[in-house]
């Protein structure tokens, strides 16, 4: 049977000031220096209708319900899900800034049953390998501060990031690849560090994409 020809799905997750969108940018140009096709998607998409919504919320310029807003969020991954899967599908290497995992840590830090929490996530196209950055709020905090956002203070972080820790070891306890980075080392580091886990995955996808939580892990198109 021909292998499937498809690219790998890259998750890069972490507390507030982690440094996530530094280390998508770095890894972005990296790809692109290289030659290799890539899409950098950043979840909060707040650009789409779904994503308006969830940038006034954060903002505090309207309320909703958490399971409301619990809900946008993943709706907001579902519009690209089929976009995302096309990609790979296509040969382009897609990475996420935040993903499903920010969704139930964040929710269920609020309150909300954790398995209530994951259940709208359950199909979305799976990660090849999801990069948590951990740093110490106390750090993070560091770096210039959190700013005047929802959740963007020390103690909600410290409830998010042992979801976070939860979340961590269920995929690796499934299988899946979930890999720690020490966060808290200069930018240069942590970027050779991300490195070093992403090389061996590209060009090198094997299998059809995963679906989350989902078994057996098949995802077709038409999501
Ligand atoms: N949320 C949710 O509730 N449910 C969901 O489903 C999703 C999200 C997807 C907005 O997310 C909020 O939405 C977020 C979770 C919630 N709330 N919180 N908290 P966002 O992604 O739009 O916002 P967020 O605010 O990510 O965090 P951030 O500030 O963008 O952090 P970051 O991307 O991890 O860090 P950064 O921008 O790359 O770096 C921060 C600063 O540190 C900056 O000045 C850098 O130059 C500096 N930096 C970066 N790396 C280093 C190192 N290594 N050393 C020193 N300084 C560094
Ligand atoms: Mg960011």
Aim: with cysteine; glycine share 8%.
């Amino acid at each position: 049977m021909a292998k499937p020809n498809r690219s790998a799905f890259i998750v890069i997750e972490g507390l507030d000031r982690s440094g996530k969108s530094t280390q998508a940018q770095i890894l972005h140009e990296r790809l692109t220096n290289a030659k290799t096709p890539v899409e950098l998607i950043k979840f909060p998409d707040r650009t789409t209708a779904i994503g308006k919504m969830i940038d006034s919320y954060l903002r505090s310029e309207s309320e909703l319900d958490d399971r409301a807003i619990h809900l946008l969020f993943t709706a907001n991954r579902w519009e690209l899900a089929s976009h995302i899967t096309t990609l790979l599908a296509s040969g382009t290497t897609v990475i996420a800034d935040r993903y499903a995992f920010s969704g139930i840590a964040f929710s269920a830090r609020k309150g909300l049953p954790y398995e209530w929490c994951r259940g709208p996530d359950v199909g979305l196209p799976a990660p090849d390998l999801t990069l948590f950055l951990n740093i110490e709020p106390a750090v993070a905090r560091a770096r210039g501060g959190y700013g005047e956002e929802r959740y963007e203070r020390e103690e909600v972080q410290r409830g998010v990031r042992e979801l976070f820790e939860k979340i961590g070891r269920e995929m690796q306890t499934e299988g899946s690849s979930w890999v720690q980075v020490d966060a808290g080392k200069g930018k240069d580091e942590v970027a050779e560090d991300i490195w070093g886990a992403v090389e061996p995955l590209i060009g090198s996808c094997d299998s059809p994409i995963g679906r989350l939580w989902d078994t057996p892990p098949h995802f077709n198109s038409g999501a």
